[in-house]
């Protein structure tokens, strides 16, 4: 079972809808969570981190379950700019040097 | 600032050939990571350094060998290359602590093998 686990998409969207991504985890003991952006053919790039209480920056609010081990991603007002896969972070136990990344959720917003 | 920089961008190999990508950064951070990216896999861990003089295997570390002989570069070795190894490498860098979870990734370089 992958550490991992996003669906692929694609979300197709218009602009102005909202859309909401889910990522599963499965070690419990994994510490910290967040949301990489990575637009096509470019390198991925920090959106957010994710915190049990949940947190919002503009559109886009990110929410920790931890016991039911999942991460989720809430945009609103949907851009065309928005149109990128997300990919699902997070930082297994044992010390703060690595990362490991879900496959990503490609999202494609038209007008 | 340049941030991460990656050379080459593109690359065709022979399987058996070897070939070395060499990652710069400019931002003084103490740790640096290779990635391999593959549709549908993610990106996974190759090798990874927390200083100069360091490094550690990550997930896929077979085939691989690294080098980080001063802070700012971390050098990627494929000894043999095979056609598994056809993929985008990224390499990244993060400051150390608790900080290190915002990686600076490079525009990757896209090797094929054949």
């Known amino acids: 079972r992958k550490e991992v686990e996003q669906d692929p998409g694609p979300f197709n969207v218009p602009e102005g809808a909202t859309v909401a991504f889910n990522c599963t985890y499965s070690?419990?003991?994994?510490?910290?969570f967040f949301w990489y952006r990575q637009d096509c053919r470019k390198e991925p790039k920090l959106l957010m981190s994710?915190?049990?209480s949940g947190n919002e920056d503009g559109r886009f609010t990110a929410q920790l379950n931890r016991a039911s081990q999942y991460i989720s991603l809430l945009i609103r007002d949907s851009k065309l700019s928005d149109s990128a896969t997300y990919l699902c972070?997070?930082?297994?136990?044992?010390?703060?040097?690595?990362?490991?990344f879900g496959a990503g959720t490609r999202l494609a917003v038209h007008p | 600032n340049a941030g991460v920089t990656q050379t080459p961008k593109f690359r065709v190999l022979k399987t058996g050939q070897s070939m070395t990508l060499l990652c710069a950064q400019d931002?003084?951070?103490?740790?640096m990571y290779w990635y391999r990216q593959d549709p549908g896999m993610g990106l996974r861990l190759i090798h990874y350094?927390?200083?100069?003089?360091?490094?550690a295997k990550g997930e896929v570390p077979d085939g691989y060998n690294v080098s980080r002989l001063k802070k700012q570069n971390f050098l990627l070795g494929l000894e043999s290359a095979a056609p598994s190894q056809t993929s985008v490498y990224f390499c990244?860098?993060?400051?150390?602590?608790?900080?290190?979870?915002?990686?600076?990734f490079g525009p990757g370089t896209r090797l094929t093998v054949t």
């Open positions: 990244a860098s993060s400051a150390k602590g608790q900080d290190f979870y915002e990686q600076y």
């Open positions: 070690n419990s003991a994994s510490q910290s």
């Open positions: 994710v915190y049990s």
């Open positions: 972070v997070l930082s297994p136990s044992g010390g703060y040097n690595k990362l490991i």
């Open positions: 931002m003084n951070h103490e740790y």
């Open positions: 350094s927390v200083g100069e003089g360091t490094t």
